[in-house]
């Protein structure tokens, strides 16, 4: 059974902080996507991270993803407050399998 | 263009009972998914159907679940008898069949059936 380790669970940072979320696992993956959850609402996708070592940015949002494609992480620069919410990490172990592998989650609060 | 949409939104029935839960994928889209996650765990995946057709359905925990596709459109999710257990939120999600190895299409995802047992 593949497993996800996410952390940390929870976060409380100042607005203007940096921070760093991180999502483990001794499987390799052969894609892992970063999920932003708001409630009541299903997962939304981020970024699919696919190729070991690459970096994705998205504004202020910097994915990467581990050489051996086991690890990733997702680092926000000067948070704001509207970027309180719910991260997921999930995985996709490939060879025709498309059920995805969810980390528990961070729940980001960025207070003002 | 439409997003996933699941029906009802909350569900609170009795242990029991039984419920089922509505998926309506995006338009096209050939790929269904059922996901849960009960309270302090993760999503946990359930089943995938292709069309009409079970992919794999190795998430379903016990045959207390139904799952179907009639006409590879809309899927329903029955829970019969229901169990405390069974409380939590359920997903679906739906995806393109973009026909591409080695190549997960993204997983486009409902608002989630919020589901208690009494």
Known sequence: ?112 | EAGVTQFPSHSVIEKGQTVTLRCDPISGHDNLYWYRRVMGKEIKFLLHFVKESKQDESGMPNNRFLAERTGGTYSTLKVQPAELEDSGVYFCASSLNSGLLFFTDTQYFGPGTRLTVL
């Open chain 1, 1 to 112: 059974t593949q497993l996800l380790e996410q952390s940390p669970q929870f976060l409380s940072i100042q607005e203007g902080e940096n921070l760093t979320v991180y999502c483990n696992s001794s499987s390799v993956f052969s894609s892992l996507q970063w999920y932003r959850q708001e409630p009541g609402e299903g997962p939304v996708l981020l970024v699919t991270v696919v190729t070991g070592g690459e970096v994705k940015k998205l504004k202020r949002l910097t994915f990467q993803f581990g050489d051996a494609r086991k690890d990733s992480s997702l680092h926000i620069t000067a948070a704001q407050p509207g970027d309180t919410g719910l991260y997921l990490c999930a995985g996709d172990s490939g060879a025709g399998s498309y059920q995805l592998t969810f980390g528990k989650g961070t729940k980001l609060s960025v207070i003002p």
